[in-house]
């Protein structure tokens, strides 16, 4: 009777193993691809051929110019629900994780930061709580930048905000700027800010590396970055598991509460392809930060990367 449990028990985590080495090996390619991806990006920038190259959106091969616009109506479409869609589809842990984020962060009067890919601004909301709780009394200014392609999105955090109270009249030190830009060709001088934060927006953007070299140029020395993302667990049955979930549970609770089937496949897929831990710890390397590090939340199923750009520093 026991060896025949010890026998289910091996089946079953055989069976996750392979699903999840199959997936892993998806994974890797999906990151030799998306290196060649962004090597195509530098050779073609100097060409000028950018519209001939492919870039998924979900499983779907598209132009980078297509996905751009694609993610754009995805978050056009939900952005009045959007909030409600990451309770349900988290079952509310995006607010804890969040929450580690800033408190990672520890924002103090003079913080000048950049939130990029804010949305519906939960993460600047959250900053914005913690100055209001500090004592100022030499009336440093603060100023926090909500930067998003996608005006939708900005709109329902900019009312959020103010239905919260957190409005130039309640916090007169700090001053609040709601963005729509482009992460990929930030509209900031270099070393504009001393704090870069982004939060399940990188998956997000079609040329990650661009956008952590613009990361990296428009922090002044001594400023850090915080990414918070969906990342690989490190065990293989609760992979497994998760991977269950976001593809199977998560499209299915967005088409029913929003979206379409290809907006539904695209959330799974942007998960499982993100780089894993390491990768994107390296990417980050590579755009020139240091000090890179990462935590694991909840067994890896999302991690926070940080680092800091010290070049330019005495
Ligand atoms: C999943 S939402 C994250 C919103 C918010 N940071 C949060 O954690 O709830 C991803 C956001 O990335 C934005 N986005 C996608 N590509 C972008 C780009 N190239 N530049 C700036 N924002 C971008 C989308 O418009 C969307 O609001």
Request: proline share 4%.
């Amino acid at each position: 009777m026991n060896s025949r449990r010890v026998f289910h028990w091996k089946s079953l985590s055989n069976l996750c193993q392979h699903e999840v080495l199959l997936q892993r090996n998806q994974s890797n390619s999906y990151q030799q691809t998306a290196k060649m991806e962004a090597y195509n990006d530098r050779v073609s920038e100097t060409h000028k051929s950018s519209e001939k190259r492919t870039k998924f959106f979900g499983s779907e091969q598209v132009t980078p110019g297509e996905r751009n616009q694609k993610v754009n109506k995805m978050f056009t479409d939900m952005a009045d629900s959007y909030d409600r869609l990451l309770d349900v589809m988290s079952l509310g842990m995006h607010r804890v994780w969040k929450d580690m984020l800033v408190n990672k962060l520890a924002p103090q009067p003079g913080i000048c930061l950049l939130d990029m890919a804010g949305g519906t601004g939960d993460i600047p909301i959250r900053v914005l709580k913690h100055l209001s709780m500090q004592s100022n009394p030499k009336g440093i200014k603060s100023a926090l930048t909500v930067l998003d392609i996608n005006q939708n999105m900005l709109n329902v955090g900019e009312q959020r905000a103010r239905n919260l109270g957190l409005t130039d009249r309640s916090l007169p030190h700090v001053t609040v700027e709601w963005k729509c830009a482009d992460a990929e060709n930030l509209p900031y001088t270099d070393n504009s800010f001393n704090a870069y934060t982004t939060s399940f927006g990188v998956r997000n953007v079609t040329n990650m590396e661009r956008v952590l070299q613009e990361a990296y140029r428009v922090l002044q020395p001594g400023g850090r970055f915080l990414c918070l993302e969906f990342s690989h667990l490190n065990n293989y049955p609760m992979q497994f598991a998760f991977n269950q979930y976001t593809d199977k549970v998560i499209p299915g609770l967005f088409l029913l509460m929003s979206g379409s089937l290809e907006q539904a496949n695209y959330l799974s897929t942007s998960i499982r392809n993100f780089p894993n831990q390491e990768t994107f710890k390296l990417m980050i390397q590579e755009a020139g930060f240091e000090m890179v590090h990462y935590e694991n939340i909840n067994f890896g199923v999302v991690s926070i990367h940080t680092g800091f750009k010290l070049r330019g520093l005495r």
